[in-house]
């Protein structure tokens, strides 16, 4: 609903800062508005001559890149025919890489404590997110496909310089929250899979240093690099699946929970884990992100006809790994509902006393029901179902950490650069954009003990829920327009979890503090949709 409303808003209301030039406007004209960031630079797309969205020569390589040297030629159809499988395999890549996001440790963890709290009953919410998932990262697709330009550096010609900066720091925020949860996710990876030899802070450390290795991969082709992605969701797909062959879901109610939108004895805690299942899965930074990955395609903007093949393309290849993604989450969500929905602590603590777990002391002897993270959860698959099942879930969670940390430092790069319109070398913005998200991980792995992290997962879920309006407003709005999609424009946030977690602060002061960030925070949302109105010629 609330969706609706912007979108309906923005439909609606022309911008005041987008001043289009007429038809009739020479070329070097529109070129130079382009050139100089001025927000009436961006006028018309896809046409029959070239995009004024995009630089002077389309043809040309771009001077600072963040993660594609050169573009992935599409091979040419002689029979012209509805579909091809090695188009489809050109344009396979970015979709993956995209989809890494719905596979992070934040949704890992959103999907287990569904599972305990819920059982069965919440996997049509996680269906249905997934499929709204799918249809904005559509919308962010088709924007880069379009203009050429990935979100960020729409919102740099589209916005003026004080909207920018603040929009620019709200979406930072975001990849920070995020990135907290991948790096932490990686680190207790790696504390599970080394028995608690190497502390949360040692992970962290290892988990900096990879990242800028495996950063560097690009250096030897693109298409090994998405290799590389796809051998991670390979893992992944392998060690949940292992998880849940291990387990054996009851397959009835698993098609029940999928189909039967209804959640029957269902109250506060799972109402919250409902919302913490959408906000895990819709990430605002992952539309920045897909609109930049499909720019490493070779697509001639000024053909409609390769424009509308690439977008069906890329939908098709979003398809597909929003499908896997689906089916990972899936795998997570049933193991823990199957084995560990209803339980409480005595019944893991007594399990894990008898099969000599080091971890049984993580569960105390008394009837409160079970509460798990990635932590716990690696820990009660050991004590249930024998070491194994422990360190392939670890590794699996190690995959979708790193997995996950690589694409949000792409995500932080294409932010940076768009908004901020960087021209550094391509080892700075890395260093710069690691800093940024890497140093508040590194203070909380170092004063946080491993065991006590589910608190901050909450605060950062709120974090953030609270940044999807950031993209979500900009995304819905500039594909809406046809001075900037041309022929291919378009034809509630839910506040109850940032109300539930500030009240249980139960703190007068941080009540306050938390309805003057509101009214500042809801004052500046309804700023970006008022100054973002289409211009009609």
Not at 299 to 316: C, H, L, P, S
Not at 430 to 438: D, E, Y
Request: charged fraction near 15%.
């Amino acid at each position: 609903m609330w969706l609706h409303f912007i979108h309906l808003f923005a439909l609606h209301n022309p911008p005041q800062g987008l001043c289009p030039l007429p038809p009739h406007a020479p070329l070097s004209q529109r070129t130079q508005r382009y050139a100089s960031g001025e927000p009436g630079g961006a006028v018309s797309t896809v046409s029959s001559s070239m995009n004024p969205l995009q630089p002077p020569d389309a043809s040309s390589e771009e001077p600072f890149t963040t993660y594609f040297d050169s573009k992935i030629p599409i091979p040419e159809d002689e029979k012209q025919s509805c579909f091809s499988f090695r188009k489809l395999w050109a344009f396979t890549g970015p979709g993956f890489l995209m989809s890494i996001a719905y596979l992070d440790p934040g949704n890992i963890e959103s999907d287990l404590q569904s599972g305990a709290v819920a059982g069965f009953k919440l996997l049509w919410v996680l269906m249905l997110a997934t499929l709204i998932g799918l249809l904005l990262q559509r919308l962010a697709a088709r924007l880069g496909v379009v203009t050429g330009l990935h979100l960020a550096e729409v919102c740099n010609r589209q916005y003026q310089k004080v909207p920018r900066i603040i929009l620019w720091l709200m979406v930072e925020l975001a990849i920070i929250g995020s990135d907290m949860q991948e790096v932490i996710g990686s680190a207790i990876a790696i504390n599970l899979l080394s028995m608690g030899k190497i502390p949360l802070w040692g992970g962290v450390l290892i988990t900096i240093a990879d990242t800028f290795v495996f950063l560097f991969l690009d250096k030897y082709g693109l298409r090994k690099l998405e290799a590389f992605f796809g051998f991670l969701i390979t893992i992944m797909a392998l060690t949940f699946g292992y998880e849940y062959i291990t387990v054996r879901p009851n397959q009835g109610k698993l098609l029940q929970g999928l189909f039967v939108p209804y959640c029957q004895d269902c109250g506060t805690p799972q109402l919250e884990q409902a919302v913490g299942i959408v906000g895990a899965v819709i990430m605002p930074h992952n539309m920045y992100l897909h609109s930049a990955l499909v720019k490493s395609r070779q697509v001639n903007r000024a053909n409609k006809r390769e424009v509308r093949e690439a977008n069906k393309y890329f939908f098709i290849e979003s398809c597909i790994a929003l499908f896997v993604s689906f089916i990972i989450n899936i795998f997570v969500v049933t193991v823990f509902a199957e084995a560990f929905f209803k339980k409480n602590n005595a019944d893991v603590n007594a399990v894990c006393v008898n099969t000599s777990s080091p971890h049984s002391s993580l569960f105390p002897n008394n009837n409160e029901t079970l509460e798990v993270d990635i932590y716990k959860g690696g820990a009660v698959l050991g004590c249930y179902f024998g070491p194994a099942a422990l360190y392939i879930w670890a590794i699996g969670i190690l995959a979708a950490g790193q997995s996950s940390t690589m694409t949000g430092t792409y995500s932080g790069q294409f932010v940076m650069e768009g908004f901020l319109n960087l021209r550094w070398s391509r080892f700075a913005r890395v260093l710069l954009t690691r800093s940024i998200a890497i140093t508040p991980t590194l203070f909380v792995a170092i004063f946080q003990d491993v065991e006590h992290l589910t608190g901050m997962n909450d605060f950062l879920n709120v974090l953030m829920s609270l940044q999807l309006p950031f993209a979500l407003i900009p995304v819905l709005t500039f594909t809406s327009l046809p001075s900037v999609m041309n022929d291919f424009a378009n034809g509630l946030i839910n506040m109850y979890f940032v109300v539930d977690y500030v009240m249980s602060l139960n703190h007068v002061a941080l009540y306050v503090g938390a309805a003057v960030l509101s009214v500042i925070y809801l004052s500046f949302v309804a700023y970006l949709v008022s100054v973002l109105r289409p211009s009609e010629n």
